[in-house]
T-cell receptor, first 112, second 118 residues
């Protein structure tokens, strides 16, 4: 089955700097890759997603890149702010199954 | 739109009792609902997938007789933790997807239920 690895597990950056979180997946049939932000005790919130027919997607300070050949995708947050501090999860989904397999999570801390 | 609710938001029960958690899609029809379990500082682990009107599909290692899932309507799925034990204490989150025919379906997550078994 699908396996998703995520790195780093923790990340501290200074306010205004950029943060990059990387994920790799194992099943080449995966075709949808969402990223979620989760604050303590809250539900995961979708922040950006990318489909396998696209290599890059950007939404203001957030961008995601996908390399299908290497089977990895990355989340880029620019101009980080303290409110970006949270746990971020990547996920991969295989067409037709609709299941999400989540990465292990990255705890991002933005230092003011 | 695309709001998913869960009830209760938290529950404390004694060991050996059963607990039912409800997951509702409030403004759309959910053809498929998913149940996840999340232990502290860990990722979301998919427990099972439920489709309206059919039996749930459980992930490997999840006991179907312990975690009973019912998806009786297009807006409601329930998870019953039977004979709960302290090791079942966790954050249980449901999600739902619509049935618009697209191959890519975003999942909408509920707020989660924190279960504590004494």
């Amino acid at each position: 089955g699908e396996n998703v690895e995520q790195h780093p597990s923790t990340l501290s950056v200074q306010e205004g700097d950029s943060a990059v979180i990387k994920c790799t997946y194992s099943d080449s049939a995966s075709n949808y890759f969402p990223w979620y932000k989760q604050e303590l005790g809250k539900r995961p919130q979708l922040i950006i997603d990318i489909r396998s027919n696209v290599g890059e997607k950007k939404d203001q300070r957030i961008a995601v890149t996908l390399n299908k050949t290497a089977k990895h995708f990355s989340l880029h947050i620019t101009e980080t702010q303290p409110e970006d501090s949270a746990v971020y999860f990547c996920a991969a989904s295989i067409e037709g199954t609709y299941k999400y397999i989540f990465g292990t999570g990255t705890r991002l801390k933005v230092l003011a | 739109g695309a709001v998913v609710s869960q009830h209760p938001s938290w529950v404390i029960c004694k060991s050996g009792t059963s607990v039912k958690i409800e997951c509702r899609s409030l403004d759309f029809q959910a053809t498929t609902m998913f149940w996840y379990r999340q232990f502290p500082k860990q990722s979301l682990m998919l427990m099972a997938t439920s489709n309206e009107g059919s039996k749930a599909t459980y992930e490997q290692g999840v006991e179907k007789d312990k975690f009973l899932i019912n998806h009786a309507s297009l807006t409601l799925s329930t998870l019953t933790v039977t004979s709960a034990h302290p090791e079942d204490s966790s954050f249980y989150i449901c999600s739902a997807r619509g049935g618009d025919g697209s191959s890519y379906n975003e999942q909408f997550f509920g707020p989660g239920t924190r279960l504590t078994v004494l």
